[in-house]
């Protein structure tokens, strides 16, 4: 096959790219220029640093593969930085990771590399394309700690069918051994974990230089009372527990947490923890990447990138599912994605609406 190997320029898609090579694809690496982050001691705080750029290009080069840039900086500031913006402007929590996914490495790069005769694209995501009696499958990793099956769940079948994800079978360290055998000089190059528009890490910070001061009260949920002041709801999440603003503690010294955010009103609501639990998650626009289910389906849902797994009875509705839990899980926030499993086989993805008790 013809592919195009995705190269970060971290370790994960220097192997990825170079267990395609050894497969025995046409392989084409291509580095993406999306939002450039600042490096900081020669190492990059996001993922799309100029020295980046450069380790990519250095991979291809070992691999004795072609290397361009691929500039979707545009494509990137629209469908992910600005939807970003917008989704905590409306007082929701969204996961650019996973709309970068969705909107950039799985559609834009995918759609051009087709455009351009190529069957396939590569990336260093751990998880699993497993093809059997039902066609291509995603699954998650073998290697649980570093499991990425939540952040590719947007993905259509189409889009998996036509994507290799060469580092599901393996394990991190199994990973940089590989890199340091084939003389990868990003074998030991550190992981990136932050936001790769915002480099510190500094997210709230980021988004009042993009949003400005909206001030309004911190409210008490059981009581109505005015607890103190913010400086916009855009700086909160549900199950915020540091930076509430208090004027006073709650009277039976417990901790309190954001429990809702009002953008429209400009008011956020804090509570005891309790009030963070929730058994029934309502979800919109679902995504498949397999056979839908059917009301009554018995799944497991994840809402976090690396959270836990969590039993639930599916029902879905005409413009959506809910989610009937087992047991009660906590700070579950508009905006956030709820991808459903059957076992290790992802099933598809919504946008989580609302929650209860």
Not at 111 to 120: E, K
Not at 230 to 247: E, I, K, N, P
Request: proline content about 5%.
């Amino acid at each position: 096959m013809r592919v195009i190997a995705a190269l970060s320029g971290g370790v994960d898609s220097a192997v990825a790219a170079a267990r395609a090579v050894d497969a025995g694809h046409d392989v084409v690496g291509i580095h993406l220029a999306l939002a450039r982050a600042p490096s900081v001691g020669g190492r990059s705080k996001g993922c799309c640093s100029a020295a980046d750029a450069h380790d990519a290009r250095r991979v291809a080069d070992v691999l004795g593969i072609p290397f361009y840039v691929w500039d979707l900086s545009e494509e990137f500031t629209e469908q992910v930085i600005e939807d970003f913006v917008e989704q905590y402007r409306a007082g929701r929590t969204p996961n650019p990771c996973l709309r970068c996914n969705e909107a950039i490495k799985f559609s834009a790069v995918l759609d051009r590399a087709q455009a351009l005769g190529f069957d396939a694209v590569c990336t260093g995501h751990y998880a699993r394309i497993v093809h059997g009696p039902r066609g291509a499958e995603l699954h998650r990793a073998v290697d649980e700690a570093k499991d990425q099956s939540y952040v590719l769940s947007v993905l259509t079948l189409a889009q998996i069918e036509s994507t290799l994800l060469p580092l599901g079978d393996s394990v991190k360290s199994q990973v940089r051994a590989d890199a340091a055998a084939r003389g990868l000089r990003v074998a030991d190059k550190p992981d990136s974990h932050d936001i790769c528009f915002i480099p510190d890490g500094d997210t709230a910070g980021w988004l009042h230089d993009k949003l400005g001061e909206s001030p309004g009260d911190v409210m008490d949920q059981a009581s109505g009372a005015v607890l103190g002041q913010h400086r916009g709801t855009h700086t909160f999440t549900v199950g915020q527990r540091r930076g509430l603003a208090l004027s006073s503690p709650a009277p039976d010294g417990a901790r309190r947490y954001v429990v809702d955010v009002d953008p429209a009103a400009g008011r956020v609501w804090v509570g005891a923890e309790d009030l963070l639990s929730v058994t029934r998650i309502e979800a919109s626009q679902p995504r498949w990447c397999a056979a839908p289910p059917v009301s009554g389906d018995r799944v497991e849902i994840q809402i976090r990138a690396h959270g836990e797994h969590h039993p639930a009875v599916i029902e879905v509705t005409g413009g959506g599912v809910i989610a009937e839990l087992d047991i009660a899980v906590r700070s579950v926030a508009p905006g956030q994605a709820m991808a459903m499993y059957d076992g290790t086989r992802v099933i598809g993805s919504a946008t989580i609406e609302r929650s209860r008790r």
